[in-house]
C-alpha cells in the first residue's frame, strides 16, 4: 500500500513538474512573440518617420535637413538596424525602376461623420488602393471626399530649455518667420516641448529660423500635418465609435505603404 501510494506520488510530482516547464515555455514563447511585434512596431514607425522627413524636408542629406537629422537619431536610440535605415532612405528618395515610390492621399468616412486622411507612399498605387478600401471595408469606412473636414499646415516640434525668457524669443522668432500660432507642449526628456504651426509654404522657412536662433535644443519634427478645420462641424461621436476609430488607425498604420493617418476626432 505504500508503495502504491509512494508510487502514485511521484507519478503526480513528475506530470506538474513536465507541465510547469510547459507552462514556461510558452509564457517564454509569448514574451517573446509580443517583443517581436514591439520591436517591428518601432522599427515600422522609424521607417514612416524618414519617409516623412525626407518628402517634407525635401533631401535625403540630414546635413540639409534638420528633421531628416532628428529622424535618424531617434532611429538609431531605438536600436534600428542599419539595413533597415538605408533601405527607408532609398524608399524615400524615390529609388528606381521597380522601387521607384510615389505619394498618394486618401480620403474617406467612417463612424458616419468621422472624416479620415491617409498619406501613402507606394510603388503600386493599385494595390495601395485596394488595400485601404479593404482596411475600410473592415469598419464600415469607405473612400470619400473628406478635406473640407481639415485644413493643410506645417508643424514644427521643438525641445527647449525650461525657461520663460528662452520661450519668449523662440516665441517671437517663430512669429516673425511666419507662424500663426506657438504653444508648450508635453516635457521631452527633461526639456519643454513646443508646437509651432504654420502655413505648409513656409515650413521650411520657420523651421530653419528655429533651428538657426539658438533657441531651441532640438527639431524634434518638421512636417506637414492635416488639422481639422476649426469652423467645420466636430466630429462627434461616443466612446464605441471612438474606439472603432483608434483601431482603423492602428490596422492602417501597420501597412508598410502608409506613411501617416489624420482623422477629425479629437
Known amino acids: 500500500m505504500r508503495t502504491a501510494i509512494f508510487s502514485a506520488r511521484r507519478w503526480f510530482s513528475s506530470s506538474i513538474s513536465i507541465q510547469s516547464g510547459h507552462n ?19 522599427f515600422a514607425k522609424a521607417s514612416r518617420d524618414i519617409a516623412v522627413a525626407v518628402r517634407n524636408g525635401g533631401s535625403a542629406n540630414p546635413e540639409l535637413n534638420a528633421a531628416l537629422a532628428t529622424a ?3 532611429a538609431k536610440a531605438s536600436g534600428v538596424p542599419k539595413d533597415n535605415v538605408e533601405k ?3 524608399r524615400a528618395g524615390g529609388g528606381k525602376g521597380r522601387d521607384a515610390q510615389g505619394s498618394t492621399t486618401y480620403e474617406a468616412m467612417v463612424a458616419g461623420s468621422v472624416g ?5 507612399l507606394t ?25 473640407f473636414l481639415f485644413q493643410r499646415k506645417g508643424l514644427i516640434r521643438v525641445a527647449v530649455e525650461d525657461n520663460e525668457e528662452q520661450f519668449e524669443r523662440l516665441w517671437e522668432t517663430a512669429v516673425e518667420a511666419g507662424a500663426e500660432d506657438v504653444e508648450k507642449s508635453l516635457e521631452v526628456d527633461g526639456a519643454t516641448g513646443v508646437e509651432i504651426i504654420g502655413p505648409p509654404n513656409l515650413l521650411h522657412g ?5 533651428s538657426e536662433s539658438g533657441f531651441a535644443n532640438h527639431i524634434l519634427a518638421s512636417e506637414l500635418i492635416y488639422r481639422r478645420n476649426p469652423e467645420g462641424a466636430v466630429s462627434e461621436v461616443d466612446e464605441e465609435s471612438a474606439q472603432m476609430v483608434g483601431r482603423l488607425v492602428g490596422s492602417l498604420e501597420e501597412n508598410e505603404d502608409v506613411l501617416r493617418v489624420w482623422t477629425t476626432v479629437d
Open 24 to 42: 514556461k515555455w510558452s509564457k517564454i514563447k509569448d514574451r517573446k512573440g509580443a517583443n517581436d511585434v514591439k520591436k517591428s512596431n518601432v
Open 72 to 74: 535618424l537619431r531617434k
Open 88 to 90: 527607408a532612405l532609398t
Open 116 to 120: 479620415v486622411v491617409i498619406e501613402c
Open 123 to 147: 510603388d503600386n498605387a493599385t494595390r495601395t488602393s485596394k488595400r485601404m478600401r479593404e482596411i475600410l471595408g473592415e469598419y464600415n469606412g469607405r473612400l470619400s471626399p473628406v478635406g
Open 206 to 210: 520657420i523651421t530653419a529660423a528655429v
